[in-house]
C-alpha cells in the first residue's frame, strides 16, 4: 500500500522502515492513514478475531487509496 502511495505522490520508496512516517508529509494520502496501519498491526495477536479486525482495518485503507485513484 505504501508503494503505490509514494507512487500517487510522484516519489520513490527507498527505505520501506522509513516509508510510514515520510508519507505522513504527502500531499495525497488517506486520511489517519499512519494512525490507521499502526492501528493494524497493534490488533495483531494470536486469536482469529483480532486478526480479523486488523484485515477490516486494512481493508479501509485499501479502500481510501483506491478512492485516490479516482
Do not use: W
Not at 22 to 34: A, G, H
Amino acid at each position: 500500500m505504501l508503494q503505490v502511495l509514494f507512487a500517487l505522490n510522484e516519489e520513490y520508496c527507498l527505505n520501506e522502515k522509513g516509508a510510514l512516517l515520510i508519507s505522513d508529509k504527502f500531499r495525497l494520502k488517506p486520511i489517519n492513514l499512519r494512525e490507521n496501519i499502526e492501528r493494524a498491526f497493534t490488533l495483531l495477536s494470536a486469536d482469529g478475531q483480532s486478526i480479523g479486525s486488523a484485515i477490516a482495518v486494512l481493508e479501509e485503507i485499501s479502500h481510501d487509496l483506491g478512492a485516490l485513484l479516482q
